[in-house]
């Protein structure tokens, strides 16, 4: 079981550098008042006025807080060229491409684990694994592919951004952990339900 946790070790690294990239680029949307990427708009005025430790105690969430869509993964075209982008929309970009090369990197590296932390469907993690950095760099500049977590559970948000203990992290932590209801299959819900 150790050694389990020293080779997830560097995993949750670059779990907590995606969050913490993925929060610093929401608080800047949210002081400018942009959309926040699907976050629920009361969460907005916490994310906007949060601390850095307090981004940094919600980034160490073991569990993205950011959510992938690759759905158009495969419609994006292979030859576009690349437009003139607004600097908010070349911030956008520069997390996308970020956030998707590591997933990448975390699905080729321990699929499970990647699995556990990003929380993929297990053809969303192939398509993600097989995506060549070019592909990587035409789907952020023609799709949204990078979008608020938990963007249906704005208590969990809240809860994140005022959370001031350990007590408040390890509960978050075992949240963060626990299979998704809409994530399961049918079968699960059923087994989970009469339990």
């Not at 970020?98 to 684990?113: I, V």
């Amino acid at each position: 079981m150790m050694q389990e946790n020293n080779n997830s070790a560097p995993h949750l690294e670059l779990l907590f550098e995606m969050n913490r990239l993925f929060l610093s680029f929401l608080q800047a949307r949210a002081q400018r008042g942009q959309d926040c990427l699907g976050l629920p708009g009361v969460i907005e005025p916490l994310l906007r006025d949060a601390p850095e430790v307090q981004l940094d105690r919600a980034a160490g969430l073991p569990h993205a807080l950011f959510a992938l869509n690759l759905s158009d993964a495969a419609d994006f075209a292979a030859d576009a060229p690349l437009p003139l982008m607004s600097a908010d929309a070349a911030g956008l970009y520069c997390l996308q491409v970020s956030l998707l090369q590591s997933a990448r990197n975390l699905c080729r590296q321990n699929a499970p684990l990647a699995q556990t932390f990003l929380g993929l469907q297990a053809g969303c993690l192939m398509r993600l694994r097989c995506l060549a950095l070019i592909d990587i760099t035409q789907l952020a500049e023609s799709t949204r592919a990078v979008r608020a977590g938990f963007a249906s559970e704005p208590r969990l948000w809240m809860q994140m951004l005022s959370m001031d203990d350990s007590d408040d992290q390890r509960c978050l932590r075992l949240i963060a952990l626990q299979p998704r209801a809409t994530d399961m299959l049918p079968e699960q819900r059923r087994v989970t339900q009469i339990r």
